[in-house]
């Protein structure tokens, strides 16, 4: 019998994930219209896409190819690709979508903040994992170890463009599912087209992925090369762009009704994907000594509570001030 690799930290870091994630999932069964869609949704994301692309870099990385990376063993594996870090990825592209509903703002600005908010998430989690490496029984291995190549530009050893990914990752799928919920829609919420549509968002979402679009968001290829400074340009543009779509979308929402209120209670799962994790990450980056992204990880975490906090208040004031007006 081989070796089994145990590793404290991250064990509590994976069992966390999967404790919220099923709650998630009583969340999604207790307050979705139309649970199983949504549910499905959860398993193409998981499997279809998210695994898929992350096992592919993972497989170039055992290759020995610079430009990807590996990740250290976990409790549950789909393949080399820890379950928890697809599971962990749709949390945070869910909750995102979950709150913009609160506050009915228009559909094609979803994409753009969806990406933000992944992208911004990242930053608080990423630079964590890098540096996570332990002494096992099978040697020195890392949370999340990156391979990139030389010259590339990089934040603490991750390269540019990882983060500047997460924009367009998180808004493929956003896009793609949008759509499907307006085809669902249309056709008067067939089941068909409702289990259906999560498949193909995944393949679509996919496809897009491994296009010449993603090298041109992360670096303008084929214009320029991976190791030139426009992965700083790109992150630079792409987040103030997102930013821009960010503040217009409020703007415009100011003329809309508040479909619902955020509730700590009601919405904990929610709440805890964009300030628990966080907030987690940040202990385990002052227990473990990285002193060095501290100021990355927390930068990170405050964002995310802005933006958490901001919804949270004006979705509950607009909602009150609805109702008074729904009464009166």
């Not at 690799?5 to 998630?24: G, H, S």
């Not at 290759?63 to 409790?75: Q, T, V």
């Not at 829609?185 to 010449?212: E, T």
Request: hydrophobic residues 55%; contains cysteine.
């Amino acid at each position: 019998m081989g070796n089994i690799t145990i590793v404290p930290v991250w064990i509590i870091q994976d069992v966390l994930v999967l404790i919220i994630a099923t709650l998630m999932i009583f969340y999604i069964i207790n307050n979705e219209e139309r649970p199983k869609i949504v549910l499905m949704q959860f398993i193409c994301f998981v499997f279809f896409y998210a695994s898929a692309f992350e096992n592919v870099a993972v497989f170039m990385g055992s290759l020995g190819k610079e430009g990807f990376y590996s990740y250290g063993s976990s409790i549950l594996m789909i393949f080399n690709v820890p379950l928890t870090v697809p599971i962990i990825e749709f949390l945070i592209v869910y909750s995102t979508l979950r709150v913009l509903k609160t506050i009915n703002i228009p559909s094609w600005t979803k994409p753009f903040i969806t990406g933000l908010s992944a992208m911004i998430f990242d930053f608080s989690l990423d630079p964590v994992a890098v540096k996570q490496i332990f002494q096992t029984s099978e040697g020195i291995i890392g949370r999340w170890s990156y391979y990139p190549l030389p010259g590339e530009p990089v934040i603490y050893g991750e390269p540019v463009m990882n983060f500047t990914g997460w924009i367009y990752i998180a808004g493929y799928w956003t896009a793609f599912i949008l759509i499907g919920e307006w085809w669902h829609k249309k056709k008067g919420y067939s089941n068909l087209i409702g289990y259906i549509y999560p498949v193909l968002a995944s393949i679509l979402s996919l496809v897009c992925l491994v296009s010449p679009i993603s090298n041109f968001f992360n670096f303008m290829g084929p214009f320029f090369t991976r190791t030139s400074n426009m992965q700083w340009v790109m992150l630079i543009a792409l987040s103030v762009i997102s930013v821009g779509v960010l503040l217009l979308a409020f703007i415009k929402f100011w003329d809309r009704r508040v479909v619902s209120s955020l509730n700590y209670r009601k919405d904990f799962p929610i709440m805890f994907t964009f300030l628990g994790f966080p907030l987690v990450n940040t202990l385990f980056c002052v227990l473990g000594g990285y002193m060095e992204i501290l100021w990355l990880v927390i930068l990170a975490e405050l964002l995310l509570l802005l933006g958490w906090s901001g919804i949270y208040i004006l979705s509950n004031k607009l909602f009150s001030k609805d109702k008074i007006l729904t009464t009166s």
